[in-house]
């Protein structure tokens, strides 16, 4: 699998997702400034970091989505890449118009970092394949504007085709109020785009994939992928 | 702009006693301009000169086959091995946080972190220490919020985890709150950077964010007491931007890894003033500036401003002249401003010129190493008046009162609005003994915590001085982790008064003696004096920041024991209750003396838990503190979601066993087939050592009362929310 992560002034989760990236496919990740205006040929996956890209000014994700390497990365997804937005990296695809809904301040108004426990809603996307039968993952989530907003209609659709991919829920995996850490409407957590190769989502698989940093549910997602890339290939 | 006369109201004005305006008269032979005055009263000030405290910091031990720079230098640097080192330092920000909570709070994030990378690390770890008044205070919980906000918005948008702390209320802190933030990085040990300019005609490079008018007078401000105006200061607090601090961050290591850095310093309070001063005094140089190239981002800057403006996320450099290419480059890649602003000169001189005028030609030497300093008369504080008696509780409703209770309840609710896990190193995270991060790409890892104990040093500032210092070597100890060194940030009321500088003298005795005893030399720090509101002072807070190795992750213990483990104790116990927790929180008493700590014993104790370890005997460790062995095994419950069952003890009340704060213990926990190998461990180390209980169950019990782990939970986690009003 060859994988980019790309770099904006203000990402700071970018060496993460490069380590869990790299340690999945054996090969490491290659980093790509935002003013660079190519994505590097033969490119299986392109990973947006999470991080304050801008300094989150203007509107979360809303600068870095008008950076000239995101032409390339929007050119990279209609012709049917895959692209993994965590956290900013989801808020930024969004903005890009990559994703759907909107992501709004935590209804508790405050940052929250904590770990929260997620359901893996579908198998079906080149990142949830690996998760079989573990259905409930725990990983944590940090974040200040994390609330995903869709209205009745989106919600419906992105139900109807299967396109959550992770809600929030508590341990024994039902998606209650209190187990939502944010005010994301149906407790979504995570989405894919229509054709299931672009995924945002707000939670840090990247941040439990390692046994010494206290857990590893977050690492099927990239088995997942390097999976999914094996197969075409 | 007309510029004002100089005279000796207008040096009143800007902090100068007549004794040190005629000390600048004499130096001079003339009189300062308006802006040499301003560069004076900055370079003079309490919290630049260090005037009071100097004598007494010398004291301190600084030296240590592991230290790579004490203190003297942006951060302090400590060898941890394979050719790696741990930069760091604590440095409080506690008169702007009190104005501007937010901003406050953010900037001196901001500042610590600028320490660190200034010497040529990437931060991995920040803490902060934080002291409130009590709850009921009308300021108390829009000053918690916001400064728990502004770390948060600093930090997390920088991308340093913010992995520990402590959070303090006590009345004391109601006109005065205390913000101490620390920071550590990680460098190459070759790879340090200094700020001694060496090189004559070298340019003198302004880097980073543009100056404005905010923080003029920062400094100064901070050097003074408060009275009922301390609101109206708010323009003296700077406005922080950690989106460019992150910039400015990575185009210096980049920077620095080209090859063309002479020297650098960041500009922190006193901004160009202090950095310039600084780069020139310890190369033994002359600095002249030109003010016109300075950027700025307000019209019609004079000179006097910009010399005092705090302005954040900004640096000077001393530049390689043939990398000027080079350096520009990089920070045009970071949109960050870049200009020369001067250059270093042969002589001893501070040469400021603007629009075509000197506006300052001063002798740079003596802006330092002519800056007053005093010896303060003291006086030893006076013995704590007895305990009185400690009247009779169910020890189980103690507990209970004791976990909820605002000193002891669970600081979940602040450190989940800090990202603690940025970076994916963090191993342990907030709320254990001390927090410990992986160092990048190894197998090694680094343990952090702050500690003091503000009640025991208003009580016996010599044993509370120590204490604070052993506090720390135990919580890392208890991790697994060889304490290394210290940074201190000293937080006291004001100096003039002989009473105050006693407490100051009776600390810094106290953590001289336990950083010497315990081999954890202090390599940086910072004093906070004049910390006082209409007179009414602080108890004295001397926060220590520690910092310990582990040369592998197996070195490293949990808090969380197994089910069935045995309980033991490290340690001795007396049942000391005199400025303890219980007393405190549940009837408002602060009599009795503070527990006397025995270094020996500490530093003997602390190595047989690490020993233990090794050996492969401990499930689990936590040290024994504030509620002594009753909140210790809780906490080591409720980490664990198993109950625990304490024995009481005989020829000592049950309040006194289990909620005494006799110093120099652990609670370890280990299988059965264990106990017998550590008690002769223990015997043969000559460390006191017995069983007190067992884990199992599902409630806390104190000798024959209990209460369940459900409800023990309960009320501490959800206490923060409940004193901030929001459960």
């Known amino acids: ?233 | 702009m007309t510029e004002p006369a100089v005279n000796q109201s207008l040096a009143a004005d800007h902090g100068l006693k007549p004794d040190e305006y005629q000390r600048i008269l004499n130096l001079l032979e003339r009189t300062p301009t308006f802006t040499e005055l301003g560069i004076f009263s900055a370079m003079w000030n309490e919290h630049c000169s260090y005037k009071s405290s100097k004598k007494w910091l010398r004291t301190l031990p600084t030296k240590g086959p592991q230290v790579i720079c004490g203190p003297g230098e942006n951060a302090g640097v400590i060898d941890i091995g394979d050719g790696q080192a741990v930069v760091f330092k604590m440095e409080s920000h506690n008169h702007p946080s009190y104005i501007e909570p937010h901003q406050g709070a953010a900037t001196g994030v901001g500042g610590i972190l600028r320490d660190v990378f200034t010497m040529g690390a990437r931060p991995i770890a920040a803490m902060n220490a934080l002291s409130f008044g009590e709850i009921e205070h009308p300021k108390t919980r829009s000053l918690v919020a916001g400064v728990v906000e502004g770390i948060g918005s600093y930090g997390n948008c920088f991308g340093v985890p913010t992995v520990g702390g402590e959070v303090r209320f006590h009345p004391a802190y109601n006109g005065n709150c205390l913000v101490n933030a620390f920071a550590a990085g990680l460098a190459d040990a070759d790879k340090i950077f200094y700020s001694a300019a060496s090189g004559v005609g070298m340019p003198v490079v302004y880097l980073g964010a543009k100056t404005g008018r905010d923080g003029v007078g920062g400094a100064t401000m901070a050097s003074a007491e408060f009275g009922e105006d301390a609101e109206e200061k708010r323009p003296t607090v700077q406005v922080g931007d950690p989106f460019t601090e992150k910039r400015l961050l990575e185009a210096c290591l980049e920077l620095m890894a080209s090859g063309a850095v002479i020297s650098i310093q960041d500009m922190g309070a006193a901004g160009l003033t202090c950095s310039a001063v600084e780069m020139g005094d310890k190369g033994n140089l002359g600095i002249e500036l030109d003010l016109d190239a300075v950027p700025c981002r307000e019209q019609a800057m004079s000179a006097y401003e910009m010399m005092l403006s705090e302005s954040q996320e900004r640096m000077l450099m001393v530049l390689k002249p043939e990398k000027e290419a080079v350096a520009r480059a990089i920070f045009d890649k970071w949109d960050l401003d870049f200009a020369i602003v001067g250059h270093t000169i042969p002589e001893d001189r501070f040469l400021v010129k603007h629009d075509g005028e000197i506006k300052a030609d001063l002798p740079l030497k003596a802006l330092s190493g002519e800056a007053p300093e005093y010896d303060r008369p003291w006086v030893e504080t006076s013995a704590a008046r007895p305990l009185a008696p400690v009247p009779e509780m169910d020890p189980a409703e103690a507990l209970a009162a004791l976990m909820g209770s605002p000193n002891l309840c669970s600081r979940a609710w602040v450190w989940q609005q800090y990202d603690h896990m940025v970076m994916a190193d963090t191993v342990v995270r907030p709320g254990s003994d001390a927090a410990v991060v992986r160092v990048h790409g190894t197998q090694k890892a680094l343990a952090f915590t702050a500690d003091v104990t503000p009640r025991y040093c208003k009580a016996n500032p010599v044993e509370g001085g120590k204490q604070a210092v052993a506090e720390a070597f135990r919580n890392l100890s208890a991790t697994g982790a060889r304490p290394l060194a210290v940074t201190d940030n000293l937080n006291f009321g004001n100096p003039e008064k002989p009473e105050i500088m006693g407490q100051f003298v009776g600390c810094i005795k106290g953590i001289g003696a336990a950083c010497e005893a315990l081999d954890m030399p202090v390599v940086s720090g910072n004093v906070s004096l004049y910390n006082e509101t209409n007179g009414e002072a602080i108890l004295p807070t001397p926060s220590i920041g520690a910092v310990g190795l582990l040369t592998s992750l197996d070195e490293a213990i949990p808090m969380a024991p197994c089910a069935g483990d045995a309980l033991l104790m490290i340690g001795h116990s007396e049942g000391h209750l005199g400025q303890s927790a219980l007393i405190w929180e549940l009837w408002g008493r602060s009599d009795g003396d503070a527990p006397h700590v025995d270094l020996r014993a500490e530093r003997k104790a602390g190595e047989l838990v690490r020993a233990l370890k090794a050996e492969g005997l401990i499930s689990a460790a936590h040290d024994l503190s504030d509620g002594g062995l009753g909140v210790a095994a809780a906490e080591m419950a409720l980490a664990a979601g198993t109950g625990v069952a304490l024995d009481a003890a005989e020829g000592m009340t049950p309040l006194a066993w289990f909620f005494g704060e006799d110093q120099g213990r652990y609670l370890i926990a280990a299988p059965e087939a264990a106990v017998d190998e550590i008690t002769r461990l223990a015997i043969a180390a000559q460390v006191p050592v017995r069983r007190v209980g067992m884990t199992g169950g599902d409630t806390v019990r104190l000798g024959t009362s209990e209460v369940t782990l459900s409800g023990l939970r309960e009320v501490h986690e959800t206490g923060f929310a409940r004193l901030m009003g929001e459960a």
């Open chain 1, 1 to 233: 699998m060859k994988s980019a992560v790309i770099v904006f002034p203000g990402s700071n989760c970018d060496r993460d997702l490069a380590v869990a990236l790299g340690a999945a496919a054996g090969r490491p990740a290659s980093m790509v400034w935002h003013k660079d205006a190519a994505l590097p040929p033969g490119l299986d996956v392109v990973a947006i970091p999470g991080g304050f890209s801008f300094g989150d000014y203007l509107r979360c994700g809303a600068i870095a989505a008008r950076s000239p390497i995101m032409r390339a990365v929007v050119d990279f997804a209609h012709r049917g890449g895959i692209v993994l937005g965590i956290c900013n990296g989801f808020q930024i695809l969004i903005e890009a118009g990559l994703l759907p809904g909107a992501l709004m301040r935590n209804q508790t108004l405050k940052f929250v970092c904590r770990d929260v426990h997620l359901s893996v809603e579908t198998l079906q996307s080149p990142f949830t394949s690996a998760f079989g039968n573990q259905r409930v993952i725990r990983v944590p989530v940090a974040h200040h504007d994390g609330a995903y907003i869709a209205d009745y209609a989106l919600a419906a659709r992105l139900e109807a085709e299967d396109r959550i991919a992770f809600r929030y829920v508590d341990a024994d995996g039902d998606a209650t109020e209190a187990a939502n850490p944010n005010g994301s409407v149906g407790n979504i957590a995570g989405v894919l785009s229509d054709n299931r190769r672009i995924l945002g989502m707000m939670p840090h698989p990247e941040r439990l994939a390692d046994p010494q940093l206290g857990g590893t549910d977050g690492a099927p997602m990239f088995r997942s992928l390097v999976e999914a890339v094996a197969e075409v290939a």
